[in-house]
């Protein structure tokens, strides 16, 4: 008896930090960039910095996370692959494809109409305090470049108190550029957001196919 009471105790309070984390709002930062290197670092905090994380990883590096409760940090790192690893995979390629190759089934009319709905309810949702984009993109094929600007576009409005300044490349296949975004928000909104998006049945569909199709109707 005294063992089962215990553990609903351990599972209520398992429970209610799981709904703190859930419906506590948090501090949250993105900083990534893209150009020779990629880069990307992401810091997030509860309860007044009671717990939280810092993520950061660069392009060739191991990834670094660092998670604090009550104050406390613990390294969590993932290790690098061994010099041998690396030549087993360098000595069997996977089958050569251009980068931009099946990057046209993103942009399917359905697909774009879920997505830049789900961004404007996310974006609404993490009111961020500080949101900077600056860029240049393009694909192989110039008219897939020319979707994506029409659909930024469309996106323009929410984002006309911050800094954005984003170009679209035709003549090259290009993605190169740097995000920051700073705010706080509250992760259940996220949650749901996602979890709406991804079983639209018009997103799942182009995120989970394996063939390329034809994806402008």
């Known amino acids: 008896m ?3 009471f215990v553990l609903k105790v351990i599972c209520i309070l398992i429970l209610i930090f799981i709904l703190l984390i859930l419906f506590i709002p948090f501090r949250y930062s993105v900083i990534a ?3 020779e290197d990629i880069f990307i670092k992401a810091s997030g905090s509860w309860l007044c910095g009671l717990l939280g994380f810092v993520f950061s990883k660069r392009y060739g590096r191991k990834s670094m996370l660092y998670v604090r409760l009550l104050n406390i940090r613990f390294g969590i790192n993932k290790r690098k692959k061994d010099k041998q690893s690396l030549k087993i995979e360098s000595d069997n390629p996977q089958k050569d494809k251009k980068p931009g190759k099946n990057n046209g089934r993103f942009l399917d009319k359905n697909f774009l109409k879920h997505m830049m ?3 404007k309810e996310l974006f609404y949702h993490i009111k961020p305090q500080k949101f900077k984009l600056e860029g240049r993109y393009g694909f192989e094929d110039p008219f897939y470049t020319g979707v994506a600007l029409a659909s930024f576009n469309i996106m323009r409005p929410l984002f006309m108190k911050y800094d954005v300044n984003v170009n679209a490349v035709f003549e090259e296949e290009i993605l190169e550029g740097n995000f920051l975004i700073k705010g706080r ?3 259940i909104a996220i949650v749901f957001i996602g979890l709406k998006t991804i079983f639209n049945k018009n997103v799942r569909k182009i995120l989970f196919s394996k063939e390329e199709k034809a994806y402008v109707n």
């Open 2 to 4: 005294i063992i089962l």
């Open 33 to 35: 960039r893209k150009h």
């Open 117 to 119: 709905k789900a961004v």
């Open 185 to 187: 928000l509250i992760l």
